[in-house]
Nanobody, 124 residues
Framework: QVQLVESGGGLVQAGGSLRLSCAAS????????MGWFRQAPGKEREFVAA????????NYPDSVKGRFTISRDNAKNTVYLQMNSLKPEDTAVYYC?????????????????WGQGTQVTVSS
């Protein structure tokens, strides 16, 4: 089964940018639809972005559309989340997730594999 490891989190000022990476091992990246989710303290997990196996289809909620971009490099078994124009409300632990389902789902329950998360903190 696939293992996921996130990296790239950190502390950034509002308006700044970060790029998160999610490296997959133990499986072939192109066999999985990939997603990013986040969870802030005291809040429910929230969908952030998802990308199809080929990379041709992406999905974002309105809260990040136009600011975040998900992409993947199947040759490197890696998925990225480029985050621009960051806001304090983007502060959360960001999780990478994978599913063998071909549907680019916004529902975390559809994803069977999860990374350990990486902290993103945006200061005002």
């Amino acid at each position: 089964q696939v293992q996921l490891v996130e990296s790239g989190g950190g502390l950034v000022q509002a308006g700044g940018s970060l790029r998160l990476s999610c490296a997959a091992s133990g499986g072939t990246g192109r066999d999985y639809t990939m997603g990013w989710f986040r969870q802030a303290p005291g809040k429910e997990r929230e969908f952030v972005a998802a990308i199809s196996r080929s990379g041709g289809i992406t999905n974002y909620p309105d809260s990040v559309k136009g600011r975040f971009t998900i992409s993947r490099d199947n040759a490197k078994n890696t998925v990225y989340l480029q985050m621009n124009s960051l806001k304090p409300e983007d502060t959360a632990v960001y999780y990478c997730a994978a599913t063998r389902d071909s549907v680019v789902s916004t529902n975390g329950r559809q994803y069977g594999y999860w990374g350990q998360g990486t902290q993103v903190t945006v200061s005002s």
